[in-house]
C-alpha cells in the first residue's frame, strides 16, 4: 500500500509539481483521505518520504556508475561515468529531480530522515578525489577563504569524513557546476541554445574535472 501511495503521488509530482494533495492521492486510489492517513500522518510526511526516494534513486545510479569503470586509477573516468549518470536519472526522473533539486516546497522543511540518502551521491564524488590523490593537484592548494573553515569543518563531520580543506572547496564548485549543466538543461533554459546536449555536457563536466578537481 506505501508503494503504490508513492506512486500515484510521483504521477501528481510529474503533473502539478510539488504541490501534492493528499485527499487528490487518495482520490485517485479509490479511497477517502481519512484512510490515506493512516499510511502517511501528513502531506509533509509523504514528501519525505518521495525526498527520500528520489535520494535513493539517484545515488544508486550514481554509485552504479561508478563502480561500472573496472579501472579505479581511472579518477576523470569515474567522475565523467558519474556525471553522466546524474544526467541521465534527472532526464529519466524529471519531476523527482525537480522534488529534490527545484524549487523549495512552500511551508516543507526537509527533516533529518533525508540526511542518509541524500549523501550517497556526493560521498562517492569525494570517493573519487581521494582516490586520485588529487589533493595535490586541485588548483586551490592554500588559496582556501579562512572564513570557510569552521563551514568546512562541519561539513566534514556530517559527512565522516577526513579531505583537506582546498579539495572540499574544488569539490563543491564541482558539486554546483554539476547539478547547475543539469538543472539548466532540465528545466529549459538550453532551449534554442544548444542541440547538441549530450556531447556539451560531457565537454563541461571534462572542463570541471580537470579545472577544479584536478582530474
Request: charged residues 20%; hydrophobic residues 50%; aromatic residues 8%.
Amino acid at each position: 500500500m506505501l508503494a503504490e501511495i508513492k506512486a500515484v503521488a510521483r504521477r501528481h509530482l510529474a503533473t502539478d509539481g510539488a504541490n501534492l494533495s493528499l485527499r487528490a492521492v487518495a482520490r485517485d486510489m479509490g479511497m477517502v483521505s481519512s484512510a490515506l492517513y493512516r499510511y502517511y500522518a501528513s502531506r509533509d510526511e509523504l514528501l519525505t518520504a518521495l525526498i527520500i526516494d528520489a535520494y535513493d534513486a539517484l545515488g544508486e545510479a550514481v554509485e552504479r556508475a561508478d563502480a561500472s569503470v573496472t579501472d579505479r586509477a581511472d579518477a576523470r573516468g569515474r567522475w565523467l561515468a558519474c556525471c553522466h549518470a546524474v544526467r541521465d536519472w534527472a532526464l529519466a526522473e524529471p519531476a523527482e529531480y525537480a522534488l529534490i533539486f527545484g524549487s523549495p516546497v512552500p511551508g516543507y522543511a526537509a527533516p533529518v530522515d533525508t540526511v542518509r540518502a541524500a549523501q550517497r551521491t556526493p560521498l562517492v564524488l569525494i570517493g573519487i578525489a581521494l582516490d586520485s590523490g588529487s589533493t595535490a593537484r586541485v588548483p586551490f592548494a592554500g588559496d582556501v577563504p579562512a572564513a570557510l573553515a569552521a563551514d568546512f569543518a562541519s561539513l566534514r563531520a556530517r559527512l565522516g569524513v577526513e579531505i583537506p580543506d582546498h579539495v572540499l572547496l574544488g569539490g563543491s564548485y564541482a558539486w554546483i557546476h554539476l547539478f547547475g549543466a543539469v538543472s539548466f538543461e532540465l528545466f529549459g533554459q538550453l532551449n534554442n541554445v544548444v542541440n547538441a546536449r549530450r556531447e556539451y555536457f560531457a565537454h563541461q563536466m571534462t572542463a570541471v574535472g580537470e579545472q577544479l578537481l584536478g582530474l
